[in-house]
């Protein structure tokens, strides 16, 4: 589990707030399962992204990674925390593939935060859901 992170209780809360109201507008008419998410960009802002399913399925995108590329696609280029909600009564569990999309952006200090519907929630680091993961340090330690 992550030591908690230093960002304002008062963000935090805007943060959470923020995956809730994104599951809302999640477009699953497929699994009927929503997910919310809401990243922390290296700007302190917000941005919400929810699953997009697809009629052939494989072009599904989750809603971690919908709040990632809005980040990327709007400048940031670090996350510094992901708060996630689904329809599960358990903790958000986002799947491999947004997990090492992850793994791109994190920032040194990255907490997600897997919510319940109840509002409660655990805090997890990089290394917490994907332990001894390949990133982009991996590929610097190359001679060009
Ligand atoms: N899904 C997410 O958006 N995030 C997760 O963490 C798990 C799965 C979506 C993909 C698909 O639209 C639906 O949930 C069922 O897999």
Do not use: W
């Amino acid at each position: 589990m992550a030591m908690t992170q230093n960002i304002d209780d008062d963000i935090r809360e805007k943060l959470i707030e923020g995956a809730f109201r994104a599951q809302k507008r999640a477009y699953v008419p497929y699994s009927k399962f929503r997910v919310g998410a809401a990243a922390l960009d290296d700007r302190d802002e917000i941005h919400l992204g929810c699953n997009i399913e697809n009629s052939s399925y494989g072009a599904t995108n989750c809603a971690e990674r919908t709040a990632i590329f809005c980040a990327i696609a709007s400048g940031a280029r670090q996350i510094k925390m992901l708060a996630v909600i689904t329809d599960d009564d358990d903790f958000a569990r986002p799947c491999g593939i947004c997990r090492q999309v992850m793994t791109e952006f994190v920032s040194p200090d990255f907490v997600l935060l897997a919510l319940r519907p109840d509002r409660s929630y655990v805090e997890l680091t990089m290394e917490d859901i994907l332990p001894r993961y390949f990133g982009p340090t991996n590929l610097s330690k190359i001679d060009s």
